[in-house]
């Protein structure tokens, strides 16, 4: 529904009238055959009766578009306040006509007394409420009931305490049942969201389980790699560390060929065992050949047999041996 033409300063331009209220265009909207109305008013009709108002041709809501230079002329119009007939005189541009309204003064507003009904402009409701209201307050009654007395009631004498105490009495339970009710209300709301929260904490714990779970069967099955690593590590350690050779030697010029010393292979081997073992081999010596001695091997066993031949009273030495060693290196 648009403006009344009797609101705005002067005559109105025809071509500003919506061609169904007859008023001035409110959000102008126009049909595909170019004709123009409120959009209160040209929605409805086309959504009922598919077709242009001016029954021309046949159309769709979705066919109506805003005609924006119209509606700008149209907001530039002077037009007169709402409470205008309230004694506002003020006449402002149809697009500021919201923010006066929002603070004129002379906007209606009900009276805030109790049992008035009277409606006034904002700005008299205040000399209304303290000097002139029937219902404004006067004083307590003195004669038991300890209400308060209207103007009213003070002016005709007319208070009656048991009347009076019926009425406050009935007002109370009143507010008391709608204090009641909304309890109710909030506590079934309260009750709805104390369900969805737990529903929700519910959701999270489980999902906090779950992955718990996941993590737990990842951090087993990483053990197990591990454990499994570390065992195959030691077995080829091993494998690496000890392997028994026997070596036999002959004695020559009054030497095996090699020394010995003990103690650990290495310094820095602190977790292999104590023993004896090889430390230098002499070059070209009985022990200095393929598949015999090495330095740092362990020497576990040591036989001795002697000989002596009929044309050499010296001893012939046989040694053996087996060694066992990690740093063949
Ligand atoms: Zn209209
Ligand atoms: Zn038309
Ligand atoms: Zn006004
Ligand atoms: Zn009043
Ligand atoms: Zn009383």
Same mark, same amino acid.
């Given at each position: 529904?648009?403006?009344?033409?009797?609101?705005?300063?002067?005559?109105?331009?025809?071509?500003?009238?919506?061609?169904?209220?007859?008023?001035?265009?409110?959000?102008?909207?126009?049909?595909?055959?170019?004709?123009?109305?409120?959009?209160?008013?040209?929605?409805?009709?086309?959504?009922?009766?598919?077709?242009?108002?001016?029954?021309?041709?046949?159309?769709?809501?979705?066919?109506?578009?805003?005609?924006?230079?119209?509606?700008?002329?149209?907001?530039?119009?002077?037009?007169?306040?709402?409470?205008?007939?309230?004694?506002?005189?003020?006449?402002?541009?149809?697009?500021?006509? /919201?923010?006066?309204?929002?603070? *004129? !003064?002379?906007? +209606?507003?009900?009276?805030?007394?109790? &049992? #008035?009904?009277?409606? @006034?402009?904002?700005?008299?409701?205040? /000399?209304?409420?303290?000097?002139? *209201? !029937?219902?404004? +307050?006067?004083?307590?009654?003195?004669? &038991? #009931?300890?209400?308060? @007395?209207?103007?009213?009631?003070?002016?005709?004498?007319?208070?009656?305490?048991?009347?009076?105490?019926?009425?406050?009495?009935?007002?109370?339970? #009143?507010?008391?049942?709608?204090?009641?009710?909304?309890?109710?209300?909030?506590?079934?709301?309260?009750?709805?969201?104390?369900?969805?929260?737990?529903?929700?904490?519910?959701?999270?714990?489980?999902?906090?389980?779950?992955?718990?779970?996941?993590?737990?069967?990842?951090?087993?099955?990483?053990?197990?790699?591990?454990?499994?690593?570390?065992?195959?590590?030691?077995?080829?350690?091993?494998?690496?560390?000890?392997?028994?050779?026997?070596?036999?030697?002959?004695?020559?010029?009054?030497?095996?060929?090699?020394?010995?010393?003990?103690?650990?292979?290495?310094?820095?081997?602190?977790?292999?065992?104590?023993?004896?073992?090889?430390?230098?081999?002499?070059?070209?010596?009985?022990?200095?050949?393929?598949?015999?001695?090495?330095?740092?091997?362990?020497?576990?066993?040591?036989?001795?047999?002697?000989?002596?031949?009929?044309?050499?009273?010296?001893?012939?030495?046989?040694?053996?041996?087996?060694?066992?060693?990690?740093?063949?290196?």
């Amino acid at each position: 529904m648009g403006f009344e033409l009797d609101r705005f300063k002067g005559t109105v331009d025809p071509d500003f009238k919506c061609n169904l209220c007859n008023k001035v265009l409110e959000e102008p909207l126009t049909t595909p055959c170019g004709h123009v109305f409120c959009s209160g008013c040209v929605l409805p009709w086309v959504v009922q009766q598919s077709s242009c108002p001016v029954k021309c041709q046949r159309i769709s809501a979705k066919e109506l578009n805003h005609v924006l230079p119209l509606k700008n002329l149209i907001l530039k119009l002077e037009i007169k306040c709402d409470n205008h007939a309230r004694g506002c005189d003020a006449v402002v541009k149809l697009q500021h006509l /919201a923010e006066h309204t929002e603070m *004129c !003064e002379f906007a +209606p507003v009900p009276c805030r007394n109790r &049992g #008035c009904e009277d409606v @006034l402009s904002l700005r008299d409701l205040g /000399a209304h409420m303290r000097d002139t *209201c !029937e219902h404004r +307050p006067a004083g307590i009654c003195d004669s &038991g #009931c300890g209400l308060t @007395l209207t103007h009213k009631e003070h002016r005709l004498q007319s208070h009656c305490c048991v009347r009076a105490l019926k009425a406050h009495n009935t007002a109370l339970q #009143c507010k008391i049942i709608s204090l009641d009710r909304e309890f109710k209300k909030e506590t079934i709301q309260a009750n709805k969201r104390e369900k969805a929260l737990l529903a929700q904490l519910s959701a999270v714990h489980s999902e906090l389980q779950m992955t718990a779970l996941k993590y737990q069967k990842k951090f087993t099955e990483y053990s197990e790699r591990i454990d499994s690593l570390t065992k195959s590590v030691a077995f080829s350690c091993k494998e690496s560390e000890t392997k028994s050779v026997a070596v036999v030697l002959l004695r020559e010029g009054g030497t095996l060929g090699f020394n010995i010393v003990g103690g650990r292979p290495c310094a820095e081997e602190h977790d292999s065992n104590e023993g004896i073992y090889v430390s230098k081999i002499v070059e070209n010596g009985p022990a200095d050949k393929e598949d015999g001695l090495q330095i740092h091997d362990k020497i576990l066993e040591v036989k001795v047999t002697i000989q002596r031949a009929p044309q050499d009273s010296r001893p012939n030495w046989v040694f053996s041996g087996s060694a066992a060693d990690v740093h063949r290196d």
